[in-house]
């Protein structure tokens, strides 16, 4: 009766042995599709690789880190050469690898969006400029040897970029800042953001696609009587979003949780929330001109009173009555 019932559901053993040698060919030939997204291409290998465990094939973690690397296109030949240098792939999992994958993508997705203008000029220090729309924008005292050609080189810049910043088309993704690890400094492209700005030529940053961006000053973001003041934002011409560096804000004091729908960001002296994030389309956003900050906003049920204690012993007497308890001292504990 057994016997029927396993070549019933799972064939003879000529059926199990062409099923598993079509699986090793379907293996052997794997590769990641053009276009294709990790999290498609997991799904596939994942589905490709319990059929061959189910019919008997065993695996090593290093046999299959490497086959997932080698099935990848060309485009991450970068990526696959950096994890083979850094990581044991005898002690990598294989969940782990995917999520360095997933996380390099999110990376390529941004920096494909973003089209960089690399601008070569002799930049020079402001000796003085007025507010744009009531923002402080402070001289750079480091350089006393800007002459007023040079000065009005930098003026006539910044304008142009005013400018070229108000009529930009992205306007509805402005207002969102992107959480990043692989950036060192917060970045926006927007001045009038800053509540305090200084302008100064501080070179280029680099991105992942090898292009680069002027910086044109830093500043603060934010109120400076508020918990929720960033400082040291980089001013870059040529951004299209803005990023706030997840190592920055750790060296700040601040601690950042994350998981599947959104992401926490604590003072880790008070343990206060001062930022929440959501999770858009597989990237971690703020929005911080409308985020609502907790953070003196107190738990109104972790402070036990005697009134909704005794509540709670003598089987929910009317609220006046126990506050009339409570006050003349009737009851105690």
């Known amino acids: 009766m057994w016997d029927t019932l396993q070549?019933?559901?799972?064939?003879?053993s000529d059926v199990k042995r062409s099923t598993k040698n079509t699986f090793i060919r379907e293996y052997e030939l794997l590769r990641m599709n053009h276009g294709e997204s990790i999290f498609y291409f997991q799904k596939r290998f994942t589905h490709l690789i319990n059929h061959l465990v189910d019919l008997g094939r065993k695996?090593?973690?290093?046999?299959?880190?490497?086959k997932v690397l080698q099935c990848l296109d060309r485009s991450w030949q970068a990526k696959v050469t950096a994890i083979k240098e850094s990581k044991d792939?005898?002690?990598?999992?294989?969940a782990t690898l995917f999520g360095k994958l997933r996380e390099h993508e999110q990376k390529l997705h941004i920096f494909e969006e973003t089209k960089q203008q690399d601008k070569k000029g002799k930049g020079v220090s402001l000796k003085a400029l007025k507010s744009v729309k009531g923002k402080e924008i402070y001289e750079d005292s480091s350089s006393e040897d800007s002459d007023s050609e040079n000065f009005n080189l930098l003026v006539k810049k910044f304008k142009k970029f005013l400018r070229k910043k108000r009529s930009s088309p992205y306007k509805a993704k402005s207002i969102l800042w992107y959480l990043d690890s692989g950036f060192s400094r917060h970045m926006t492209?927007?001045?009038?953001?800053?509540?305090?700005?200084?302008?100064?030529?501080?070179?280029?940053?680099?991105?992942?696609?090898?292009?680069?961006?002027?910086?044109?000053?830093?500043?603060?973001?934010?109120?400076?009587?508020?918990?929720?003041?960033i400082k040291n934002v980089l001013l870059v011409e040529g951004l299209k979003h803005n990023l706030l560096s997840i190592s920055q804000l750790s060296d700040k004091g601040f601690k950042i949780e994350f998981d599947n729908t959104c992401c926490l960001i604590y003072d880790k002296l008070t343990k206060e929330i001062r930022f929440i994030g959501k999770r858009i389309d597989n990237i971690y956003m703020l929005d911080l001109e409308h985020s609502i900050t907790i953070s003196n906003t107190k738990c109104l049920i972790t402070k036990e009173d005697n009134i909704w204690l005794w509540h709670r012993r003598v089987a929910h007497i009317h609220m006046d009555h126990l506050n009339k308890l409570s006050r003349k001292e009737l009851v105690i504990g």
Do not use: A, C, R
Not at 89 to 94: P, Q, V
Not at 195 to 210: A, I
Not at 219 to 229: E, K, Q, R
């Open 7 to 12: 070549v019933t559901h799972e064939g003879t």
């Open 59 to 66: 695996f090593e973690e290093e046999e299959l880190n490497l």
């Open 89 to 94: 792939l005898t002690s990598l999992t294989l």
């Open 189 to 229: 492209v927007d001045p009038s953001k800053f509540s305090s700005l200084k302008l100064k030529n501080e070179g280029f940053v680099t991105y992942g696609d090898n292009n680069k961006g002027n910086i044109l000053g830093h500043g603060n973001i934010g109120n400076s009587s508020s918990s929720t003041l």
